[in-house]
């Protein structure tokens, strides 16, 4: 640690830590006339998101306080393990907003610089730290008290470098924000090539052959292989932002199974997966695994019965679609919402518009396999970004490496 620089406790950077209060709410966010408390989601990774908020019903909008203020931070105080303590930064007042008890909002001490204390505290050692001091009963949910938060300690510098340390940190935040935006455009951009490449509102030049409906019965068979779990089938999971992947250690459930005979479904390269339970939010997806591997007994797992008139990519992004995907939600059965699923045999009596010549099926899939391509750098750009930030910041944070003041 610089000789200049000291050790402190949050307690002596924080001087309050305020709460909100929980009041009866709508499952829907508020607009710019309404009130809303904010969700537990509305911080994370330093960020703070005011869309992130429930409608507070008429007769309880006299029961909040605390609104957001500009150069505050707000923090996560109850939340599952992996996300207590998140924290975010607050770059304007919001009157129309409040936090809910589940949340506070720090008051800083003369001498603090708010951009970097976000950074402090959204740094791996105090996020570790958090996890640690954080206690409850219930495992998907855990509480971290004012007195262990602010005893969290950390290295201070003086007020200029804390600032230096802090532009920096928004510099990487503003870049960050902008490379986010050119992914949502361009995506925005596909989504409305889909809405009409795969309608056949708008034609490719060449290609004149007539469209048809054909119900996913004819296109695709179940894929009912399984196996318990070996070297060479190792378990997977779906999910809605990377389709067929790895288990990490926090999704992996496996030590809660009792049997050591559990069979899997087994699932090959070219296989269209979904989950019957999160299929209406967009839980499907193509295998690109080259191997095979396992999946839950709770997914179900197709393939094409005929490659030769049917296009993969194609009805992949068909099937992957928002249009296809709000048909799907249609056909949810179920008593409750949270259980309502999309079950195999109303799936497979889906009907979907697609052209009968493959080669058409095949330069659609082509021409929105491009802009996926494009999507996939650019989400490989904003990782290897936030990669950059991270170990500047840990270098800057620890005073290894100085900025000039």
Do not use: C
Not at 72 to 94: F, H, K, M, W
Not at 312 to 328: C, G, H, M, N
């Amino acid at each position: 640690m610089p000789n200049e620089w000291k050790q402190v406790q949050l307690k002596e950077l924080i001087s309050t830590l305020d709460s909100g209060v929980s009041v009866n709410a709508e499952d829907y966010p508020t607009d710019n006339t309404g009130y809303g408390v904010l969700k537990t989601s509305s911080v994370a990774n330093g960020y703070f998101y005011p869309n992130e908020n429930k409608k507070i019903k008429k007769n309880e909008i006299k029961r909040a306080k605390l609104n957001p203020k500009k150069g505050s931070i707000i923090v996560s105080r109850a939340n599952t393990p992996e996300l207590v303590g998140e924290v975010g930064y607050v770059d304007q007042d919001y009157e129309n907003l409040f936090l809910s008890d589940k949340l506070w909002q720090t008051s800083l001490r003369e001498s603090v610089d708010g951009l970097w204390l976000v950074s402090v505290l959204t740094s791996q050692e105090i996020r570790n730290k958090v996890k640690v001091l954080a206690t409850g009963t219930s495992s998907s949910m855990k509480n971290i008290s004012k007195e262990n938060f602010l005893s969290l300690s950390t290295m201070l510098p003086g007020y200029n470098e804390q600032r230096k340390i802090g532009k920096i940190a928004m510099i990487f935040d503003k870049a960050l924000e902008l490379k986010g935006r050119y992914i949502e455009k361009k995506r925005e951009q596909k989504k409305g090539l889909m809405l009409t490449l795969l309608t056949g509102k708008m034609r490719l030049p060449g290609f004149e052959s007539e469209w048809g409906y054909v119900p996913l019965r004819e296109i695709l068979q179940v894929r009912n292989e399984k196996s318990v779990i070996t070297e060479e089938l190792p378990l997977f999971s779906l999910t809605i932002e990377d389709g067929v992947t790895a288990k990490t250690n926090r999704y992996n459930r496996e030590f809660l199974v009792k049997s050591d005979n559990k069979k899997y479904k087994i699932s090959r390269k070219g296989d269209i997966v979904y989950n019957p339970s999160n299929l209406r939010f967009g839980a499907i997806a193509l295998n690109k695994v080259d191997h095979p591997l396992l999946l839950s007994p709770i997914y179900e797992i197709l393939y094409i019965r005929d490659k030769e008139q049917y296009h993969l990519e194609f009805l992949t992004q068909l099937l992957t679609s928002d249009r296809q995907i709000k048909k799907f939600s249609a056909k949810a059965e179920g008593t409750l919402v949270e259980r309502m699923a999309v079950k195999i045999d109303a799936f497979l009596e889906t009907d979907i518009y697609i052209p009968f010549d493959i080669d058409e099926q095949s330069k659609i899939a082509e021409v929105l396999s491009v802009i996926d391509r494009q999507i996939n750098l650019l989400r490989s750009e904003l990782e290897e970004l936030k990669l950059q930030k991270q170990g500047l910041m840990q270098l800057l944070l620890t005073g290894k490496v100085r900025v000039k003041v």
